[in-house]
């Protein structure tokens, strides 16, 4: 009876899911000329390389998608490399009060990112790390970090410390320990928390649209709401075929490492 009242609970919630996506599609694929202003729910038509033609020349859409693919992947590596050393530290060396250190680091996913917002772009100003790539990748890999450590120092709990024990006892050091020993034991972490990390800076827009303002630093969902200010003149149609464009490589991704993503973080849960 549970399980009958479980997987009912999960076809009801994943078709309310699927909903609002089965919407974008049929919308994002329809003929500018046969949409009158209110959603459709069938299909009236097919033109979607003519709407993804038009958001693609209204905006930078391309250039976001590479900018995003560069601060996704430089950050989510800082942030997971971080937090790998974070970890170790807290499980494995001996340190003094570990927990205190582990809500330390952790307290960043508690606090919501908009206090962040007047001070840092003060500081960027200041610093001249304003409307640069280096100035998101930092920003985005600090954020990143405090999730991945999170995912990366509950995995490292499941390793038997005895296996440290026996390192040192052969006079292995800790730089030996974690990059030798530990770090190949916890890539699937690694990778789980990368996976997960690209996804949350590739879909942000907060920081994107606060601390960049050129076309060549903007990231694609900042390009993507610039084709939104053209709502009305553009068309709904052209608007979400570009937001099906910008979320392909994500969903790619997710689907392609979809088995290994899961399995890991069960692991490290």
């Not at 996704?72 to 927990?99: I, K, N, Q």
């Not at 508690?110 to 962040?116: E, H, K, R």
């Not at 949350?200 to 606060?210: A, E, S």
């Amino acid at each position: 009876m549970f399980r009958i009242v479980r997987n009912t609970v999960l076809v009801v919630l994943a078709v309310l899911w699927l909903v609002p996506v089965y919407l974008l599609i049929v919308n994002a694929v329809t003929p500018l000329s046969e949409y009158h202003g209110e959603p459709l729910w069938l299909p009236v038509g097919f033109d979607l390389w003519t709407n993804l033609v038009s958001a693609w020349n209204e905006s930078s859409l391309g250039l976001g998608m590479l900018n995003s693919l560069l601060y996704a992947t430089a950050s989510a590596l800082v942030a997971v490399l971080a937090a790998g050393l974070a970890g170790f530290a807290v499980v494995a060396m001996p340190v003094r009060r570990p927990s205190l250190w582990f809500w330390l680091i952790y307290l960043g996913t508690l606090l919501p990112l908009q206090i962040f917002l007047a001070p840092l772009f003060q500081a960027y100003v200041n610093t001249n790390l304003y409307d640069t790539s280096l100035g998101m990748i930092l920003i985005y890999g600090a954020i990143c970090v405090p999730f991945a450590f999170f995912v990366v120092r509950n995995y490292l709990t499941t390793i038997p410390p005895e296996i440290a024990e026996a390192a040192k006892l052969d006079g292995a050091g800790w730089g030996r320990l974690f990059f030798q020993i530990h770090l190949p034991l916890i890539r699937s972490a690694l990778f789980a928390a990368f996976i997960f990390q690209f996804t949350w800076v590739w879909n942000d827009l907060l920081f994107g649209i606060t601390l960049t303002t050129s076309p060549d630093r903007r990231p694609v969902m900042a390009a993507l709401a610039e084709i939104s200010g053209g709502f009305v003149s553009l068309g709904p149609p052209v608007v979400l075929a570009g937001a099906l464009l910008a979320s392909l490589p994500t969903v790619i991704l997710f689907l392609a490492c979809q088995r290994f993503f899961v399995s890991s973080l069960r692991a490290a849960a």
